[in-house]
């Protein structure tokens, strides 16, 4: 679902656009020919082309904590994720508007998307109500209440203005019955209706004003130009849900299909509780059931072993906080298992934390220095693992499009895994 391109200027010089669509968008996607199950692939983007399979870093408030942009683009990520729901609360959508759109506000000119939010109205548990309307919520910074409504999502990430924006979905916990599966699966198409509508609407008729907001003397005017209520060009995905039952899965499949022409699907509901079992079987279903024309997008997954069993049942595109999250408390990524630098038989390891990542901490330190840094409280180490988490992943895809590329994916991804379980350095 996209805007027409005569509403774009964000992109009118960007010299990176070389691969569109026969009907002139800036959004396509194309695989290898070679591929099969798992798969190359270039989705191309008003802010650049995105090779699949591929890690999406989380910069869930326009900023991937401790860590700046210059160094996420340096270990090799081409496209970040931010939160709508973070920015809306705070510092607010039409302030990053006002800033002239998340890219100029986080200083990241690559592809960017964002996240409606489905996940932190779902953690919020006892401070929200859900209802056909929308979610009615308590904000955890101040106590107010908000109504998330499709339409209110879809007016805040475009005033965002990411390449790649959500819908609002429903989300529930793994291992939930059937019955409740079902009605947030059917409430999360019925919410993509509303959402499809709305952003055709602003395509339509324009953002809204932008209030006025006086600034500190001397400092550079907010965006006032004519055309500012203009919206970026943009894409919307819709999510599938359905929990882990296979008919529910299909059945959220074909109400996306029935309710517009795409340029990617995502997989949401899963990471939440499910079996491991559980998220390979949903996975093997949407496979087998999603236009293969299209990205896939697979929500909220991003431990080393996961993407793989993901890739070769043919995802295209991954996020997860967990891989910062982790480093800033110590647990590494290796090509042998997860290591926690904080253990006491590291004191003396003059070993590099991973001989083959090309990270900072593990070319230029060893892990008794690592180690060194969180028992001194020192926030370079939580910095430096968290870099390296993510560089580890960045690497990881990159290694798996070789291997696809070269027709030895299931040797070389199996043989991966055995040495990962193996390692025997587990959390």
């Known amino acids: 679902m996209r805007v027409p391109l005569v509403t774009d200027r964000s992109s009118a010089n960007d010299t990176s656009i070389n691969d569109t669509s026969t009907n002139g968008s800036p959004f396509a996607f194309r695989t290898a020919p070679s591929s099969r199950i798992a798969r190359c692939g270039w989705f191309t983007t008003p802010h650049g082309v ?6 999406m870093p989380v910069a869930t408030h326009a900023a991937i904590r401790g860590l700046t942009m210059p160094e996420i683009a340096n270990a090799g990520a081409n496209m970040v994720l931010s939160n709508a729901y973070h920015l809306y609360l705070r510092p607010g959508d039409a302030v990053v508007r006002s800033m002239g759109g998340l890219h100029a506000f986080a200083r990241w000119s690559g592809p960017m998307l964002t996240d409606s939010g489905g996940y932190q109205v779902f953690s919020l548990a006892k401070y929200r109500t859900v209802t056909e309307h929308g979610v009615m919520f308590k ?15 879809m007016q805040i990430e475009r005033n965002l203005g990411a390449d790649v924006i959500m819908q609002l979905d429903e989300l529930i916990a793994g291992g939930s019955e059937h019955s409740a599966s079902r009605d947030a699966m059917e409430r999360s198409v019925r919410w993509l209706v509303r959402c499809r509508d709305e952003f055709a609407r602003i395509a339509r008729e324009a953002r809204a004003p932008l209030a006025s907001v006086a600034v500190p003397h001397g400092t550079p005017a907010l965006s006032a130009h004519d055309d500012e209520r203009i919206p970026p060009m943009q894409s919307l995905f819709p999510i599938v849900q359905g929990g882990a039952y296979a008919d529910l899965r299909r059945a959220s499949i074909r109400g996306i299909l029935d309710s517009g022409a795409w340029d990617g699907i995502a997989v949401g509901g899963l990471s939440v509780g499910e079996s491991k079992a559980d998220l390979h079987a949903t996975l093997d279903v949407c496979g087998a059931e999603l236009p293969p024309d299209k990205p896939r997008y697979l929500m909220g997954v991003g431990f080393p072993d996961d993407l793989l069993e993901a890739v070769r049942r043919g995802m295209d595109l991954f996020d997860c906080v967990a891989p910062t999250r982790m480093g800033r408390h110590g647990t590494a990524f290796t090509i042998d ?34 180690r060194h840094l969180f028992a001194a409280e020192e926030p370079l180490g939580p910095r430096l693992i968290a870099l390296h988490n993510l560089t580890f992943l960045l690497n990881l895809m990159r290694a798996a499009r070789a291997a696809i590329a070269e027709g030895t994916f299931d040797q070389w991804s199996e043989a991966w895994l055995v040495r990962y379980r193996d390692g025997g350095n587990s959390i």
Not at 50 to 55: D, N, V, Y
């Open 139 to 153: 904000s955890a910074l101040d106590g107010a209440m908000h109504d998330y409504t499709p339409e209110r999502v």
């Open 50 to 55: 995105i090779e699949t399979p591929a890690f």
């Open 337 to 370: 298992g997860t290591v926690q630098l904080t253990a006491s038989r590291f004191r003396l390891d003059r070993a590099p934390l991973d001989d083959q990542c090309t990270c900072p901490a593990c070319t230029q330190y060893d892990r008794a220095y690592l």
